[in-house]
């Protein structure tokens, strides 16, 4: 973690001091991206981070779920992307600090609802969460990193933390019907392994 800390660190100082750096770290579910920018966060100190995960900008289950071509209705509409990139993260990027309210969605919320975001002098942002390096979104970032993470040690850990508030089984269904396929077609579409400046394993 103390080498990508300096690495990130060394470009921040590249980047003109009236805005804040960008780093996405994604991966697929379960991977340990929160893990990682958490990881991160600390070691950048003294480096002032603000940590922004993208469950936040969920859209509501009636819009992310469907019945029919389920992996893919996933991938191209579980998130409110240009949302989150236009009220939040660039404003915060461009300025440094922020504060507004935006609609939020949790895994198991019906509906949006209002969500203050306060942060201040930011120096880094990193932004966590899935599909973070489709090549639409790229050209936001300074710095990529991709968590590489076998399938099955992904299954187990979301087995585990229970995010969906779901029995076991049924976790490992949704996983393995939706999510997962919703993220191959992620990895085969586009290629985040290969256009991710760093890549980290995660067993």
């Excluded at 990508?4 to 009236?18: F, L, Q, S, Y």
């Excluded at 379960?30 to 995960?53: D, F």
């Excluded at 990529?144 to 089984?169: F, H, K, T, Y």
Aim: charged residues 25%.
């Amino acid at each position: 973690m103390g080498t990508m800390a300096g690495c990130i660190a060394e470009r921040r100082r590249d980047i003109p001091a009236t805005r804040a750096m960008l780093v996405a770290v994604s991966g697929i579910d379960a991977s340990g991206k929160g893990y990682v920018a958490r990881g991160l966060s600390v070691a950048l100190e003294p480096l002032r981070v603000a940590i922004i995960g993208v469950d936040d900008w969920l859209n509501v289950p009636s819009i992310r779920f469907t019945d029919t071509d389920r992996a893919s209705h996933f991938y191209r509409c579980a998130f409110r992307f240009d949302e989150m990139f236009e009220q939040l993260v660039l404003p915060l990027r461009d300025r440094r600090s922020i504060r507004v309210v935006c609609a939020r969605a949790t895994e198991t919320a019906q509906e949006l609802s209002p969500h203050e975001y306060v942060f201040e002098d930011v120096d880094v942002i990193l932004l966590e969460g899935i599909f973070l390096l489709k090549k639409s979104l790229l050209h936001h970032y300074d710095w990529s990193i991709w968590v590489d993470c076998p399938w099955e040690s992904a299954l187990r850990r979301a087995v585990v933390r229970n995010q969906e508030g779901m029995p076991p089984e049924a976790t490992q269904k949704v996983y393995k019907e939706l999510y997962f396929p919703a993220q191959a077609i992620h990895l085969r579409c586009e290629d985040p392994i290969a256009t991710a400046d760093t890549v980290i394993a995660n067993a």
